[in-house]
């Protein structure tokens, strides 16, 4: 009676509300209703720093992904393509009177944002920040500046993503990691800056930003580099991006009436 076993898990709620569950022990456990994993993604906890003040305490954890998928893709090639981006983590070390029993109660160790993330071969490390991180973050929102604040079919922009998105081939011809053609017809330079999505084929789920397109050959070249080299009929889906100027705005999205940007204030040189 004397005696208590202890667990210590993890919650990892992503951006999009999705929880997944993970304890380091080297079997499964149960806590207020939900199983805690101990296989598809082994865990490594670092040292808790902690301070006075208004410093943000921060939790370093490194996974080593076995089984694990986030959305039906592979755990590494999710977090490579922003599945952890703002997620949350909880850490918890919960105390069992035997294994397969009810849990007796539990305290909570971290809890925070991710605010970073190191990708491996065959790891990735999470560095996770307490909510006092997001006292760093720049105030007032709206500041002057050239160019506009809002994000791309954001609230702010009002423009709807599915409206601009095109489906796509890969083509036949020269094909690598990050060039490739294809059978889109846009004009010169139309997804630049915007983003491709693979949906068939090795490259299946990767997500990657487009940093030129060819009208004469539909060639994408992409800013970072695929896992695969593409193969000639492999299926896509793309929509273009924006450079957050007054004249694209206005020229390709005909979405001037709701830019935020201040492109015709005066430089800080001329202003006396």
Known sequence: AKQFYVAEVMELTLANGTTLYFTTLDRDV????????????????????????????????????????????????AVQNGALDGALVTVQRVFYPAWGQTATGAYNLFTGIISDIEIGRTYATLKVM??????????????????????????????????????GTVGMGTRTISS????????????????????????????????????SSGVVSLVLP???VPLAGDTLSIYPGCDHTLAMCASKYANNAKFRGMPFIPAPETGY
């Open 30 to 77: 149960s806590w207020r209703g939900h199983t805690f994993l101990s296989t598809g993604l082994l865990l490594k906890r670092g040292k808790i720093s902690q301070s006075c003040g208004l410093d943000a305490d921060e939790l370093d954890i490194d996974v080593y992904p076995t089984t694990a998928t986030i959305g039906g893709i592979g755990f590494l090639a």
């Open 180 to 215: 490739f053609p294809t059978n889109l017809t846009q004009a010169d330079g139309y997804f630049n800056l915007g983003v491709i999505t693979f949906l068939t084929g090795a490259n299946a789920g990767a997500v990657r930003t487009i940093k030129s397109y060819l009208n």
């Open 226 to 228: 695929l896992p695969n």
């Open 130 to 167: 307490s909510w006092l991180e997001l006292l760093q973050l720049q105030w007032p929102f709206l500041i002057y500046q050239p160019g506009c604040v809002w994000t791309l079919f954001g609230s702010g922009c009002g423009l709807v993503k599915a409206s601009y998105t095109a489906s």
